[in-house]
């Protein structure tokens, strides 16, 4: 048979989120992980500052996570996911319903943050018309929100760039502001001290649509990828208050801040701010096999299974749904996390963590740092005419200088393992006041 040779070979894979052919001219490849590093095909060792994309919350090639998904592959490789089960996904719901707040009980499986946004859209709306609220239809996102891609997530996310060519969004959905204030808490350490009344938009905003045709409010509590915005001391708190004055479920997008990121398990913790409904998906199982997981409050799961009379099924779900090897990865994920603490680790780095990222204030064209728990932006500020090139270039020189950042706009994120240790954070900070240095 005549071999297709059209392309080179590298333009088959048509690659998400990436410019193809600047990607395809200068192609960066990583062929081995383990710990805190990559390796590149040509043996160069790369210092991961990023946590891949948020999710190996644990660092890479774990022993016993790499072992379980073995041994599951080699002993059921695919249960049917309706009508049927298999004994870890009931175990793995055990599990984590142990580590959720409050009445979090029970958990809806998907493959990836982007499902678990668009499930938790769908259960909200699904809540509401079996309560006999069926008016409940709108929906409310945030600017500069960051939900994944798919037609729910995309509706309710905040970045235009993304929405710009698919015309056909959800009806029936706003955005509150983002609450970025560059002019009041610049440079802020930790939480921002300006900006609480930002959630008494969320309050204009119900009214302005009658409250008692909200479904529900999405948020992440802080959102990753529009360059770590953490919100102001008591914002979510008061986010929370209006939603329960108004009958608005709450749900918070935890598929960057799940699983250990801020210091505590969830965000949730942290902010002493319990959603109706959380969604998470990447460091459950430390970014080994795709999975996603909505949990829901009791009186979620209770309005529909009241009893077997009533019961009311939702009509969703997916061929993946609560997978064998995911369900196995993300039981050793867990173990993992226990055996060494990591969903508190960052608690006990965030100050060192901290003080590392704002030493680098003074630099060339930084004119924001953000931080909490191990997370962190350094925000440049933009080239005249070519907005993203500052931090894009940072990006490149960091990658020749053996440390993976990411890069949003202008602005450079970071999230390393939370088993990074002191040493490779004084390495990731002394790196790039070196490639700030370099700027132009
Ligand atoms: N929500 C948030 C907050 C995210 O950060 C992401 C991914 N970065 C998603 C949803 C979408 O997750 P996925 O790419 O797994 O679909």
Redesign the pocket.
């Known amino acids: 048979m005549e071999e297709k040779n059209k392309h080179s070979k590298l333009e088959a894979y048509w690659m998400g989120y990436t410019a193809n052919q600047h990607f395809k001219a200068h192609p960066r490849l990583l062929e081995k992980a383990k710990g805190m590093y990559y390796w590149t095909p040509e043996g160069r060792q790369i210092l991961d500052a990023t946590a891949g994309?948020?999710c190996v919350n644990a660092g890479h090639n774990r022993e016993k996570i790499v072992a379980a998904v073995q041994q599951q592959v080699a002993t059921l490789d695919y249960a049917p996911a309706f009508q049927m089960g298999h004994p870890k996904a009931f175990e793995l719901a055990e599990k984590l319903i142990a580590i959720t707040p409050e009445d979090l009980n029970h958990v809806f499986f998907t493959n990836?943050?982007?499902?678990s946004?668009d499930t938790s859209l769908k259960i909200a709306l699904a809540y509401h018309q079996i309560t006999g609220e069926g008016r409940r239809t709108r929906l409310i996102g945030r600017e500069r929100a960051?939900?994944?891609?798919n037609f729910g997530?995309m509706s309710v996310g905040g970045i235009s760039v993304n929405r710009k060519l698919f015309p056909n969004l959800l009806a029936q959905v706003d955005h509150l502001p983002h609450t970025h204030d560059l002019a009041r808490n610049q440079f802020s350490l930790g939480q921002p001290v300006y900006g609480v009344e930002k959630a008494d938009q969320l309050e204009q905003l119900l009214l302005l649509h009658d409250p008692s045709t909200v479904a529900a409010v999405i948020i992440?509590p802080v959102a990753?990828?529009t360059g770590v915005l953490v919100p102001p001391i008591n914002y979510l708190q008061r986010i929370r208050e209006i939603c329960d004055q108004y009958g608005v479920l709450l749900i918070f997008?935890e598929?960057?801040t799940g699983f250990g990121r801020l210091g505590e398990p969830f965000a949730a913790n942290y902010f002493g701010v319990t959603p109706d409904i959380m969604?998470t998906?990447?460091g459950l199982t430390n970014g080994s096999v795709p999975m996603?997981a909505v949990f829901v409050r009791d009186k979620i799961y209770n309005a529909f299974y009241q009893d077997d009379a009533t019961a009311i099924n939702i009509y969703h779900g997916y061929t993946y749904s609560a997978h064998p090897l995911a369900c196995a990865a993300a039981l050793a994920t867990l173990e993992t996390y226990h055996d060494e603490n990591l969903l508190h680790r960052a608690a006990e780095l965030a100050d060192y963590w901290q003080e590392g990222l704002h030493s680098l204030v003074n630099s060339p064209y930084v004119i924001d740092i953000r931080n909490l728990g191990l997370v962190g932006a350094i925000e440049l500020e933009p080239k005249k005419n070519k907005p993203t090139e500052r931090a894009f270039k940072a990006y490149l020189d960091a990658f020749e200088q053996g440390v993976l950042i990411r890069t949003t706009g202008d602005i450079i994120a970071l999230s390393p393992p939370l088993i990074v240790s002191r040493s490779e954070i004084e390495h990731i900070i002394s790196m790039l006041k070196q490639v700030l240095s370099k700027l132009k």
């Open positions: 994309l948020w990836s943050g982007s499902e946004v960051y939900h994944g891609v997530g992440e990753g990828s997008d598929v960057i969604v998906a990447k996603g």
